[in-house]
């Protein structure tokens, strides 16, 4: 890619290979995020991992591993999120294009 080249969201994201961990990763507890106002979760997470369709979703594999929606849960939501790094080799990949 070319540094003058507008790089999207789309094309960064085709940069990232995952490895699923069998255990866990991030757990949350959805029921906490029922009664959470602002859901910060939602607005934070670059991968666009959590989503509400009547309550909270959420998709571990697109994780990128910034951990930005433990912070944001913990300060301004509900402290609903659970989140550490994958175990060994596991998780995200990021590759050079």
Same mark, same amino acid.
């Given at each position: ?5 507008? @790089?999207?969201? =789309? /094309? ?6 995952? #490895?699923? =961990? ?6 949350? =507890?959805?029921? /906490? &995020?029922?009664? &959470? ?11 666009? @991992? ?12 697109? &994780?990128?591993?910034?951990?930005? &929606? ?8 509900? #402290?609903?999120?659970?989140? /550490? ?6 998780? @995200? ?5």
């Amino acid at each position: 890619m070319s540094t003058e080249e507008n @790089v999207t969201l =789309d /094309k960064r994201l085709m940069l990232i290979n995952f #490895a699923k =961990d069998p255990e866990p990763f991030i757990v949350v =507890d959805t029921e /906490k &995020c029922n009664s &959470c106002k602002t859901k910060p979760c939602l607005y934070i997470c670059p991968a666009e @991992v959590y989503t509400w369709q009547e309550k909270l979703n959420y998709n571990t594999e697109g &994780c990128m591993e910034t951990g930005a &929606c433990l912070i944001v849960c913990h300060k301004l939501g509900a #402290a609903a999120i659970t989140w /550490k790094y994958p175990s060994g080799g596991k998780g @995200v990949a990021f590759k050079s294009g």
